[in-house]
């Protein structure tokens, strides 16, 4: 069953992706809008920067022919949320002198060629030592349309949401299923695009099936929050993303792709279209 009432908390805002002028928060919510009733999105992810520049942004403009948003990871040396396939595409990256600045030069090519929404994702590091206005105003600059910083807590959230807020760009907060009502609600009230909630409990990864408690999860979300979920974290093969498509508004797929990319380097065949052809795959998993 679809979720015929996605895309809540929107109002009545035209529908049109097109519109002159739609950007940055906007752009995020016209996605849901235009999904609203008929599918989940597809939020695909990619590693910045790896396993180089050049091939990253072959990879991002495949997963671009098939996602609806595009998740830009932004490589980082302690990533306390990413799990081995991830930190393993970071590391690879950073091994090839990738720097912050880059995600945003990359940001800024892609955008010349996509009007879909890109996220950029990263941990609280690159922020504070960039500050939170320049790291949101070289975000907004770059094409950006949200920030998803997963290890700042929404009590110290509050900088970098108004310098966010301040750019029209959507900064994302999570909740997993260990987060007590009340705080969810907070959460929610202060999310901004969607809420990206954990599907599973622990790093990003590929798992054999989805958590037995995400349908509870996902119904105790919905009673508490008027603003649409996205469900991440150990989505990885096409039933999974179906499954997931039935109880949220969006699914996240991160780990499989960048291990598509992985095999395929291994294997010797182009990461680029290996993505691009799990990433359609999932796509159509979601009808």
């Known amino acids: 069953m679809k979720r015929v009432e996605a895309a809540r908390g929107y109002g009545d805002r035209p529908d049109r992706m097109s519109d002159e002028g739609v950007r940055g928060m906007k752009r995020v919510e016209a996605a849901f809008r235009a999904a609203r009733g008929k599918r989940a999105l597809l939020i695909g992810y990619a590693t910045a920067g790896f396993p180089d520049l050049e091939t990253s942004r072959r990879i991002c403009s495949s997963l671009l022919e098939h996602c609806d948003l595009l998740e830009l990871g932004i490589p980082f040396s302690d990533p306390v949320l990413d799990g081995p396939v991830i930190q393993e595409s ?30 950029a994702m990263t941990y609280y590091n690159p922020v504070h030592r960039m500050g939170h206005e320049a790291f949101a ?32 760009l959507a900064a994302v907060l999570f909740a997993s299923m260990s987060t007590p009502d009340d705080r969810l609600r907070d959460i929610a009230g202060a999310t901004r695009g969607f809420l990206y909630c954990f599907a599973v409990k622990g790093t990003t990864g590929l798992r054999e ?22 469900l991440g974290l150990g989505i990885s093969s096409p039933g999974q993303c179906r ?40 796509r159509e998993a979601l009808g």
């Open 90 to 119: 970071s590391s690879r990256a950073l091994e090839a002198g990738f720097r912050v600045s880059d995600a945003f030069d990359l940001a800024r090519e892609l955008r010349e060629r996509t009007e879909k929404p890109l996220l």
């Open 137 to 168: 105003e070289r975000a907004a600059r770059a094409g950006f349309d949200g920030l998803l910083v997963p290890d700042l807590p929404l009590e110290e959230a509050g900088g970098l949401r108004a310098a966010a807020d301040s750019r029209d």
């Open 209 to 230: 099936s989805l958590s037995a408690g995400l349908a509870p999860f996902t119904a105790r979300v919905r009673s508490l929050c008027d603003i649409p979920i996205a």
């Open 243 to 282: 499954e997931a498509g039935e109880l949220a508004d969006a699914v996240v797929v991160g780990s499989a792709l960048v291990k598509a990319c992985l095999d395929a380097l291994d294997s010797g065949a182009d990461p680029a279209a290996a993505a691009g052809r799990l990433a359609a795959s999932l």
